[in-house]
DNA sequence: CTAAATTGGTTCTCTATTGGATCACATTAC
DNA sequence: GTAATGTGATCCAATAGAGAACCAATTTAG
C-alpha cells in the first residue's frame, strides 16, 4: 500500500467521532498514545489532528488535550462530502424548483443595472464559438439572473449547484450532450427569459425558465427524445 | 495489436475520472506505476498527464503525488460560512418554495417505513410538554419528511437550513414567537400534511405544507398580524 | 503553594517516495 | 531519408513520514 498515512489517520479518527466512540465533547487520547497505537510517527498523528482541526472537528487545547467538538461544524463538514456524490437527476429536479422561482423574483426585484449584466452574458454565450466559451456564459448567465433574485440562501445554494456542475463527471456528460444545434436552442431560450425579465413579466419569466430546464434536462439525462449521433 | 499513445493514456485516464473509478479528490497511483500498468515508458505518461493537468483534470505535486481535481471543498466551505449571515425572511422565502415541494415528492415517493418515522416524529411533537422537546420533534418530522422526498441533493439543503436554523439568533427568535397556542395550531397542521402523505396524496400534501409553512412565516417574522410582546 | 507530570506546539535531521527535466537511442509515419 | 514520437535512463527538487529534542500551558501530587 502507498504512503499519504495522515490521510489514513484523518479517516480513522473521524470514523471514531462519527460512530460516537469518542462521543461530542469527550477527551480523546494524547497524541503521543495515538502514535503509538496506530504505529505512527507523533507528527503523522499531528498533521492528522490539525486537518479535522481546520474543518471543525476536533480542538486542541495545550495541556489539556484534545477533545470532539460540538456537532455544528462536524455535519457542515459532512455535507459538503456527501453533496459532491449528488445524482445530475436530484439536481435537475431542485433546479426546476428552484430556477423558474428564481426568474420570477428577477422579474420583479432586479435592478437595471443587474438586468444589465444578464443580458451582456445572454449576449457573449450567443457569439460564443467553442464550448468551453459557451459553457461559461451559460453559467454565468445563470448565476446573474440568480443575483438578480435577491434571495441570499438562494444565490448560495445555485453557488453550491454551480461548483458541482464544474466536476469531471459533469463536464463530461455535458460535453456529451452539447452540440451546435442545442447551442442554438439554448440561445433562444435564453433569450425568451431575458426579454421576460425586461418585461418585468414574473409568471412569463417562470414559464420560459422551465421550458429551458426541461430541454436542458432532455438533452443532459436523455430523457423523452432519440438525440442525435 | 496497436500500441499505446500518449493520446490513448490521455482518454484512459479520463475515463477512470470520468466514471468515478478515481474519485474526486483521491490520489491516483505514481507514474512510475502506471507506466508499467499500462506497459508504456514513464514519459509518455507523463506527457498525458501534462494534457490532463492543463484541462484541469489532474493536479500535480511534487514529492505528494498526482490527484483527481474535484469541487473546491474549500469554496463550498466558504459558501456555508456565508449561508450562517442570511436573513430569517431569505430563508422562510426558499423553505417555502421547498418543503412543499419536498411534501408532494414524499406523497409518492415514501415508502411505508419512512411514512411511520415521519408519523412518530408527529405524535411525539403532539406529546411534548416543553418548548425545547417540541422544537426537536418539530424539526425531526420536516427532516423527515425531507428523507421520504428521496432527493438526495434536496435532503442535504434541509440538513443546511437544519442547522442554521440552530444558531443562536434563530433559537432566540424562535423562543420569543412559541407559545402553547401555537404549537397546537402546528401540530393540527402536522397532521394535515401526515394525512395527505398517507392518503398519498401529493397536491393536497403541496398544499398543507405551504398552509403550514405561512403560519410559521407569519408567527416568526410577525406578518400580517400583530404579535405578543 | 510548589514541583513534577502530562500534554499540545515547534523545530530539527534523516530517509523514502514522487513529480520535473533532460538526454541518447529506437521505432514509426510520411 | 527526415521528422515526429515513444523508450529507457539519469539526476534534480519537493514532500511526507520517522524519530528526537525542547518549549509552553495545564493539571495533579505532595
Known amino acids: 500500500m502507498s504512503r499519504l498515512f495522515a490521510d489514513d489517520i484523518v479517516a480513522l479518527l473521524r470514523q471514531r467521532v462519527e460512530t460516537g466512540q469518542w462521543p461530542a465533547n469527550s477527551r480523546i ?16 498523528i499531528r498533521r492528522a489532528m490539525s486537518q479535522l482541526e481546520a474543518e471543525g472537528t476536533l480542538s486542541r487545547q495545550i495541556g489539556r488535550g484534545t477533545f470532539v467538538a460540538a456537532a455544528n461544524s462536524n455535519a457542515l463538514a459532512a455535507i459538503i462530502k456527501r453533496m459532491e456524490g449528488i445524482s445530475p437527476a436530484d439536481m435537475m429536479e431542485i433546479r426546476q424548483l ?12 432586479a435592478s437595471v443595472s443587474e438586468l444589465n449584466a444578464v443580458q451582456e452574458a ?8 467553442d464550448m468551453p466559451d459557451f459553457e461559461h456564459w451559460d453559467a454565468e448567465f445563470h448565476h446573474r439572473l440568480f443575483i438578480c433574485a435577491r434571495n441570499e440562501f438562494l444565490r448560495e445554494i445555485h453557488n453550491i449547484m454551480r461548483i458541482l456542475r464544474n466536476q469531471p463527471l459533469w463536464l463530461a456528460m455535458k460535453k456529451r450532450s452539447f452540440s451546435e444545434e442545442r447551442r442554438q436552442t439554448y440561445c433562444i431560450e435564453h433569450q425568451a427569459i431575458l426579454d421576460a425579465l425586461l418585461r418585468r413579466d414574473p409568471e412569463q419569466a417562470r414559464r420560459a425558465m422551465l421550458v429551458h430546464l426541461q430541454t436542458v434536462e432532455r438533452n443532459l439525462l436523455g430523457r423523452g427524445e432519440p438525440s442525435q449521433v
Not at 445572454?122 to 464559438?129: G, I, L, M, R, Y
Request: proline share 8%; charged share 20%; net charge negative.
Open 29 to 44: 487520547p494524547p497524541e503521543r498514545d495515538l502514535a503509538k497505537e496506530f504505529g505512527v510517527a507523533r507528527n503523522t
Open 98 to 109: 428552484l430556477e423558474p422561482a428564481a426568474a420570477a423574483f428577477a422579474a420583479t426585484n
Open 122 to 129: 445572454c449576449n457573449n454565450a450567443n457569439s460564443a464559438t
